[in-house]
Each structure stands twice: as C-alpha cells, then as structure tokens.
C-alpha cells in the first residue's frame, strides 16, 4: 500500500507491506537505526519515536496507519547547533551506559516534559514504565529527565522574552 | 592529579555522543551488500528424538536459499561448541564435556534448541520457511529442574550419562570441618532455592557472517563481550577456520552481563552459512528467541549449615549445593557454580574450616553459565543468609555476630581456608559506615511508625567480598581454564602527539572509553580528548581477552599502565639524545621531559614529532616510531569487599514490598571516574533487587517447558520499583595491581540479593518465618503472611 509522510522533516513516499511496522519502515527502509528493537511484546520501549508529537512504541505501530502522519526520531532531535537540552541532560547526569535503550528514553522524556509542567521524580518512575533500561538502574535516567526537562522550560521562557 | 581530565575525576563520557543522538553502530544496524536474513527453527520440546526433518518445501518457498541442519554440519565435518573451563570432581574426575552441535544432531536437549537454519533474501522469507520445515519428533520424558535430575531413574539427558551428573566437585578440609561441627554449642542451617535468571540486555544478541572466497576470508560481526576468544573457538574448534583468516568485529553492544561472553551456536552458524549460499547472513535474535538461547544464570538448590560458638563464634561451614547445567555446557558453564562459587564462602569472616560439595547436573533446560557476578552472588546469598538465621537463633544483634566474626584490618593478607588469599580490605569499616547512615539503631521507632499504619518494616544488611580482576592465569589453569586471562594495550602515539589506545577489553556499556582515556591522559599529561580508545576488532586490536568477571580495570587498566609507561621510556631516551643529557637525568611529569633540576624541557608532543620525524633522534641505539604494547598477568584475584543495608515496608494486605531505602558502602580499590562508578554500583544493585524481588526463570519441572519466556512473564525492574540509592566508597587499595583498583561492575548483584531478602525476613520475622526463597513477589509473601494466621501487624 503506499503511503507518504514526513519523516524527520522530509517528505517520504513508500510502498509498504500491510504487516509492515514503522520500527522496521524506520530502520530497514529509511536507515534510521538510531531507533532500536529490544522486545517483541511491545514493553521495552527501545523503539520510542513521536508520531505527531507523542510518543508511541514503533514496533506497534502499523507503517499504512500512518498515511499523513508526521514521524521524528531520536535522528532528528539534536540540532545544528549541537545536542538537545534533553540530550544534554543524559550526558551530564551520565543517564546512558550501554546506549541500546537510549534513543527510546531520550524520545519518551521529551513527550514526558511537554504533558508534564511540574515535573517530579515519582511521576518520571511512573512515566518510565514502558522503557526499560538494564544498566543504569534508571537513577541517572530519572534525574537526567528532571534536568533536562528543567532546561527545556528555561528555554522556552527565554524564546517567550 | 595532572590534568584535570585524569585519575579521579568524574569526567562526562566521551562515548555518549553517538548513542545520545541515535549513531550507535550495534550489529542489527548493519548491512552487507548482498545481505541474506537467517531465521532459526528451534525445538519446541525439552527432549525428544530427531526422526526425520523434511525441508523440501521449505526450499521450494519464494527467496530461499538454504536450510540448513545437524546434517549439513556432520557432513561438513563442523565441530561441537567447546567448553573453556572444565573442572576436576572428587578423586581426580573431569568435567563431563558432551559433543553441543551447533544445530541438534539425532535428539534436542531444550525448549529452543536449534534444529535448522534457514537462510532466505529477506526475514520474511526466511521465517515463513522455517514454518514449512517438518520436523518428525519422538518426545522424550524430560528433566525440567536440578531435583527431578538427580532423582533414581531421573530421564538421561545424555545416555551415556545415565545419573546426568557433569561433575561432583568438593572444595575444603572436610574432617576439619566436620570436627567444627563436633562440639559446637549450636549449628545453624538453610535450605535454599538461588532462582534462575535471565540476563536480558537491552541489545538482543545478532550476528552477520560474510564469507570473502577471493581471500578466503571470513567475517564475524558479533554481539559479543571478547571477539578474540569467539575467534579462537570459533576458528580452531568448531569451524576449523585459521586465524589469520578470520575476523571478528563486536563493535558497539548494548550490554553483556555475561550472557554476550559466551561462544554460540548461532556466530558459527551465519559464518559457516555466509559460506554456503555464498553472501553474507544476518540473524537477529528476537527477545523471545533470547529467552530460549541466551545462557541464563544462577539456578541452585542449596543445604548448608554453619557451626558456632555459644557467644556466635563462626567455627565451621558446611555446603551442599546442586547446580543446573542444562541440556549442554555452555563456554565457561562448570567454572560457575565451583571456583567461582566455593572460594567465596569464606566472605569477609574468620570462619576456620569450611567443605562445599557442588554437584552440576544437566537438564533440559537452556544452558546455565555466567551472569552478572557468576557465583558469587550465589556464595554470598548462602552465607549472609546462615548468618541471619544464626544470628536470629542465638539473639545476637545481626551487626554484632558480624563484627564479631570479622576478619580484622590488621590481618591482611588473609589466607582463607578455601583458596583464596585476599590482598586487602576494610569490610569493617564498610560496615560502620552503612550503619551509620542506615540509622541502624533507631531502626525500632521507624518499624513502630510503620506499624502504626499497618505496615510490616523490615531491616536486612550483607556484607560481601568477590573475587575479580579475572584472572592469574597460572592459578585459573590450575582450576582448569582452557586459556590465558591476561589483558593487553597497545598505545599509539601519532606524529603530532594525540594517542589511539588498543584494548583488548570490551566495552559495552562500562564506560572504558572515558575510563582509560583517563589513565592515559593521567600517566601522560594530556587531555582525555586527545585520546581514542579503540575496542572489538580482532583486525585493529591485538589478541585480547574481554570483559567478563570485572577484569576491564583491574587487567586491563594494568596492562594500559605498562604500555603507557613503556611509551614515557622511550620518550625519556628521545629527550636525552636531543637534550644531550644521561637518560636517568631525564624526568617526565605534567606532560614535559624536563633535564632534572633545569628548567630545561620539551613536552610530550615534540617528542611524539622526533619520534616520526626522526633527524635530531639516536637511529643508532632507538627504532623510530612511538607506539608501545604490554601485556598484563595479574599476580592474584582482587577483592572488592563491603556492606550494604536495605530497609523496607511490606503490606500485609497484599504482600507488595515497597524498598524505602537502600545504601551500599564498597571498598574497591582506586577510583578513576567516580561518576561512572556509582553508575556501575547503582545499576548492578538494582539488577541484584531484580532477583531478590522480580525476576523468575520458571520451567516446568516435568516437561521442561519454559513458562517464563517473555517480558510478559518475565518481570524485568522498572523505574518505579526503587528508591534512590545511595553509594559510597570506603577505599583501600589494590596491593598488587599498578592502579590499586579492584573492580566495581558485579558487587552490586553480589550484595542486594541477601541484604533485601534478610530485610524480606525481618519484616516477617514476628511470624516465625526465618527464611524466603527469592523472588519475593507479593504472592509468595502473601501466602506466608496468610499461612502465618490472621496477619497481625506486630510492631
């Protein structure tokens, strides 16, 4: 079936399968490996991406659901002027060891930040529930995402100014 | 400290960059050209007779290009997956080591067992394929558990070894022992289950074979903890591949914890297929498919008893414990559950005569080997669990008995009665500061508190001691290793001085390429950021032999020193030749050679630059170039050691534990990134709760089926699960390693499991209860609680 979306920004036009999941659209068609796989009951959350605006699993998600839809992935957050406050967050609260569930963290805390105002770090362990991480323990993830969901609200009150 | 990027200091990661903005390159993210998908057909019994397979109509489907079996294998004269570390039994008797085909041959031994490997143009394919591959099977009674293998008339998993025991070990002077145990004014005792795990990185484990017939060259890219070793057996055991003419690439892997240290079926099945069809073959593993072919961990039943003084003196230990293989060994299976295990139960105590008697049984099960810790865990769980139940019996406060029993600062080095002689070590004070910070004493109002809104509160504490920095090699093959456990680096200094470090260490989720971008910014005077570390490639790096057992530092790190100290010779020889001065005159500090007592100096780089450039330089005496190798042979184990206490609050009503708080207090040895460390320590200690509270292997015990066999079943920690965690550090150095460390990757699943289970057993101390098997979930709490009568909240 074809479809076309924005993925990343770019305009994407493809033929898809009708099992075929965005996970596999992203990685095997796209090259966008940065979202990663790490289940296959939909639980782990390696493979968070946004799709317009949330965050769902992409292993879930059907590719032909998505006719019209606006996808990012962890790819598109850093900017030309360097790493996203929230990337920056994970990096200065060491909130990533091996990387693998990284990019499903990174994309799960910034949907964290926009429905969360008064963020708190009970509700990031709630929120978390459907990323696992093996690593760190989530102790840096979770004080990585107060941090960095912190620098996000600076930021915007100083584009508001 | 001479640069503000050395030893000590919590430098940011330098590898987070890739990962954080999705340019990670892990094995399922690569792509050959004329690449080919792999997909396994795996047993769906737990033992059973191979009649017949028939696979015409499998390679008769769409994009199939092979299908591939035990068959093939034999009539390709591929070898069995060896076992690296056999161990002799009682009387002299080895390891029984039976053939493991990559791919079953006549009979499957576990649910998940390879049967065929289909090769097609696309997953797809290759998955529908391995449907329409029939398989006539004749099943087989099973053995699902240790107990139901030992049992009279138990089902053989292997028929010439009808009693399915793979070897009877026994450590320990047993009529010392049991003289102990004569006369003792009280002996202790606990019957336990150590529940089997499995170790889930995040990564599933993948691999791409590529087969080059215009050099007869093979490639493996693998998820894997030591590429050099999966080249060494590979090659030389199964494949009958020659070195030179292979390679194995691990480059980035998304976690090991012992499960990626293994050598498996599937790496020798996409080599040996790329050679087949001719391209190269990608497998992937699905989680599901992990939990059926990953190694798992632990999985003891356990008998020990310990005997004291009336004033709770430990004078004698005594252990029985019987250990699951599984359907075959695994690369390290026996070493486990016997050298690593058995040496341990010593702990941090003066106990004087101790037996262990293990015996490792096969089932069909997946095979058993190293996970995070790899039988210490399992030691330490025993024995900090007898001393709570001691302690308890004889009405000594549970820090006193061990206090009491501790082995004293002044007696260092302090030789065991079980092998090991540990170099170093503060657990005493370790313990002191965990009690301090725990508020031990003013644990009583806080359980009164608790009690008042109707919640039962509980304290446990653990002290622990491992044994890592694996390993001295001549020790290790006295125990049976099948090899050398040094370490190697090569230091690379390039014309205008920065620095390409080549470990024979694998990082995959460590942090070593900050951590020993550190020791060579340290030892050399120049900033981290000049330093690359490079890792994972059997073709770049220099034999090496991985990351397992908490070695990357403690070896690794040491063989790093030598090189890089070989490197400041050389420059030191450079700079006399140009100074014109004696080389013992020659001094090298903050990143200057500098003529003793002048203010005379070139720094480093200058001398980097004469080296390559070599016109002012001795040609005569000294070989141009700056790039130094060293390999490091630990002269002993290291010991990391320490204490941590949990506190926590269980609901009657439900039996839900909540962890209030959790504290570790660990001696490890010198410190090179603090930052990384704690996130080491925090990590392992939430991977050991997994086990105390969450995480369950359960096969049926009579079918050998697998009941646990996806994140559905199988509860993985969550966030929400934890409180913060606090850590910290109450050093003593390493005596016989150049850095001092002693490792940190493992304690924390050594120390939790007991600590939260003796706080489990507090809490429901009023009830009679004196011990729970792990994990404790709040079915099983809810049902001792309800057993116990009406559940009385007793403060």
């Known amino acids: 079936m074809h479809i076309s979306l924005t993925v990343n920004g770019k305009s994407v036009q493809a033929d898809v399968a009708p099992e075929e999941l965005l996970s596999d659209l992203l990685r095997e068609r796209l090259g966008l490996t940065g979202t990663h796989v790490g289940c296959d009951t939909s639980q782990c959350g390696a493979c968070v991406?946004?799709?317009?605006?949330?965050?769902?699993?992409?292993?879930?998600?059907?590719?032909?659901?998505?006719?019209?839809?606006?996808?990012?992935?962890?790819?598109?957050?850093?900017?030309?002027?360097?790493?996203h406050p929230m990337q920056k967050a994970f990096h200065e609260n060491h909130g990533l060891q091996c990387g693998f569930c990284t990019p499903g963290m990174v994309m799960s805390a910034l949907d964290y930040a926009a429905r969360n105002p008064d963020p708190s770090a009970e509700s990031v362990r709630h929120w978390l529930e459907g990323n696992f991480c093996r690593c760190t323990g989530y102790q840096n993830i979770v004080a990585a995402i107060l941090a960095g969901a912190a620098a996000m609200s600076e930021r915007a009150k100083e584009l508001g100014k | 400290m001479?640069?503000?990027?050395?030893?000590?200091?919590?430098?940011?990661?330098?590898?987070?960059?890739?990962?954080?903005?999705?340019?990670?390159?892990?094995?399922?993210?690569?792509?050959?050209?004329?690449?080919?998908?792999?997909?396994?057909?795996?047993?769906?019994?737990?033992?059973?007779?191979?009649?017949?397979?028939?696979?015409?109509?499998?390679?008769?489907?769409?994009?199939?290009?092979?299908?591939?079996?035990?068959?093939?294998?034999?009539?390709?004269?591929?070898?069995?997956?060896?076992?690296?570390?056999?161990?002799?039994?009682?009387?002299?008797?080895?390891?029984?080591?039976?053939?493991?085909?990559?791919?079953?041959?006549?009979k499957v031994r576990h649910v998940g067992d390879p049967v065929a490997f289909i090769i097609a143009?696309?997953?797809?394919?290759?998955?529908?394929?391995?449907?329409?591959?029939?398989?006539?099977?004749?099943?087989?009674?099973?053995?699902?558990?240790?107990?139901?293998?030992?049992?009279?008339?138990?089902?053989?998993?292997?028929?010439d070894i009808p009693d399915n025991v793979c070897v009877d070990w026994e450590l320990g002077d047993k009529a010392a022992t049991d003289a102990a145990f004569q006369g003792a004014a009280h002996v202790a005792r606990i019957s336990l289950v150590n529940n089997r795990l499995v170790g889930n990185p995040m990564e599933p484990r993948a691999a791409i074979g590529e087969y080059d017939s215009s050099r007869e060259h093979y490639t493996l890219w693998t998820t894997s903890q030591f590429p050099h070793i999966v080249k060494l057996l590979m090659g030389n055991f199964v494949l009958g591949i020659a070195q030179h003419k292979l390679r194995v690439v691990s480059p980035d892997v998304g976690g090991g914890f012992g499960v990626k240290q293994f050598h498996y079926a599937e790496e020798a099945l996409v080599t040996w297929g790329s050679r087949r069809v001719g391209r190269p073959v990608k497998w992937v593993a699905e989680r599901s498919e992990g939990f059926i072919s990953d190694a798992h961990g632990r999985d003891h039943v356990t008998e020990a008893e310990m005997a004291l003084s009336e004033d709770g003196h430990f004078l004698g230990l005594r252990v029985r414990t019987i250990a699951n293989m599984g359907g075959y060994l695994s690369t390290f299976g026996p070493n486990i559950p016997t050298n690593l295990y058995g040496p341990l139960l010593a702990g941090v105590y003066t106990t004087p005569a101790i037996y262990c008697e293990v015996k490792a049984v096969f089932t069909n099960t997946v095979p058993v080997d190293a996970y995070r810790g790899a039988g210490r865990p399992e030691a330490t769980f025993v024995l900090e669990r007898l001393v709570d139940v001691a302690a308890a019996e004889l009405g000594i406060d549970r820090a006193e008995i061990r206090r009491r029993n501790m082995i004293p600062p002044g007696a260092y080095p302090y030789q065991t009665p079980v092998m090991m002689e540990y170099d170093s070590g503060d657990p005493g004070g370790c313990l002191a500061k965990a009690l301090l910070k725990a508020d031990w004493d003013g644990f009583a109002q806080r359980k009164g508190q608790s009690a008042a809104r109707g919640k039962l509160r509980g304290?446990?504490?653990?002290?622990?001691?491992?044994?890592?920095?694996?390993?001295?090699?001549?020790?290790?093959?006295?125990?049976?290793?099948?090899?050398?456990?040094?370490?190697s680096a090569a230091v690379r200094v390039h014309p205008t001085g920065e620095v390409t470090v080549l470990m024979g260490s694998h990082n995959h989720g460590q942090g070593h390429e900050t951590t020993f971008a550190q020791i060579a910014s340290e030892l050399l005077g120049i900033p981290a950021d000049k330093v690359e570390i490079v890792f994972g490639d059997t073709d770049r790096v220099q034999f090496g032999l991985g990351t397992y057992g908490s070695?990357?530092?403690?070896?690794?790190?040491?063989?790093?020193?030598?090189?890089?100290?070989?490197?400041?010779?050389?420059?030191?020889?450079?700079?006399?030749?140009?100074?014109?001065?004696a080389e013992a005159d020659i001094e090298f500090k903050d990143g200057s050679f500098t003529v003793a007592g002048t203010d005379r100096h070139k720094p480093f780089a200058e001398i980097a630059l004469s080296a390559h450039f070599p016109v002012n330089f001795p040609l005569e005496t000294l070989e141009p170039g700056l790039e130094e190798q060293a390999f490091y042979d630990p002269v002993n184990f290291t010991f990391p050691c320490g204490a941590h206490i949990a506190e926590l609050e269980i609901d009657p009503?439900?039996?839900?534990?909540?962890?209030?708080?959790?504290?570790?207090?660990?001696?490890?040895?010198?410190?090179?990134?603090?930052?990384?460390?704690?996130?080491?320590?925090?990590?392992?200690?939430?991977?050991?709760?997994?086990?105390?509270?969450?995480?369950?292997?359960?096969?049926?015990?009579?079918?050998?089926?697998?009941?646990?066999?996806?994140?559905?079943?199988y509860c993985l920690p969550r966030a929400d699960n934890f409180p913060l965690i606090s850590v910290e550090t109450n050093i003593t150095a390493c005596t016989h390693n150049p850095l001092g460390s002693k490792g940190c990757g493992e304690l924390g699943t050594?120390?939790?499991?007991?600590?939260?289970?003796?706080?489990?057993?507090?809490?429901?101390?009023?009830?009679?209860?004196?011990?729970?098997?792990m994990p404790a979930t709040p079915n099983r709490l809810w049902r001792i609680i309800a057993n116990a009568g009406a559940a009385p909240v007793v403060p």
Not at chain 2, 141 to 155: M, N
Not at chain 2, 461 to 487: K, M, W
Not at chain 2, 566 to 574: D, E, P, R, W
Request: glycine content about 12%.
């Open chain 1, 49 to 83: 991406v946004h799709v317009d605006g949330r965050s769902v699993k992409s292993c879930t998600v059907l590719a032909v659901a998505l006719q019209g839809s606006t996808v990012t992935s962890i790819e598109a957050v850093a900017s030309a002027a360097g790493l």
């Open chain 2, 2 to 106: 001479t640069s503000s990027t050395g030893i000590g200091a919590s430098l940011l990661r330098k590898e987070d960059q890739r990962f954080l903005m999705g340019r990670g390159n892990y094995v399922s993210d690569i792509k050959r050209p004329g690449m080919t998908m792999g997909a396994f057909l795996r047993s769906p019994h737990a033992h059973a007779r191979i009649l017949a397979i028939r696979s015409d109509a499998a390679l008769a489907m769409p994009g199939v290009l092979a299908v591939l079996t035990g068959e093939d294998l034999r009539a390709d004269g591929v070898g069995g997956l060896p076992c690296a570390w056999p161990v002799t039994g009682k009387g002299g008797a080895p390891t029984k080591e039976p053939t493991h085909p990559p791919l079953a041959q006549d």
């Open chain 2, 121 to 159: 143009e696309s997953l797809l394919q290759a998955r529908n394929a391995a449907e329409a591959v029939e398989v006539d099977y004749e099943a087989l009674p099973a053995v699902g558990g240790v107990l139901e293998a030992i049992k009279p008339g138990a089902p053989a998993v292997f028929e």
């Open chain 2, 459 to 487: 304290i446990g504490l653990c002290t622990y001691v491992e044994a890592c920095g694996l390993a001295p090699s001549r020790i290790a093959a006295s125990l049976g290793v099948r090899g050398g456990l040094f370490e």
């Open chain 2, 551 to 581: 070695r990357s530092l403690a070896v690794g790190g040491s063989a790093l020193v030598k090189a890089t100290n070989k490197v400041i010779t050389k420059g030191k020889k450079i700079a006399a030749h140009m100074f014109e001065a």
């Open chain 2, 653 to 713: 009503e439900t039996g839900t534990v909540e962890l209030l708080s959790y504290i570790a207090v660990d001696d490890i040895g010198t410190v090179i990134n603090p930052m990384i460390v704690e996130g080491q320590i925090v990590g392992g200690i939430v991977q050991g709760i997994g086990q105390a509270l969450y995480e369950d292997c359960i096969y049926d015990q009579e079918s050998g089926q697998l009941l646990s066999g996806s994140f559905m079943d």
């Open chain 2, 750 to 773: 050594i120390g939790s499991p007991a600590t939260v289970i003796n706080a489990v057993v507090d809490a429901l101390s009023h009830l009679g209860v004196n011990h729970v098997d």
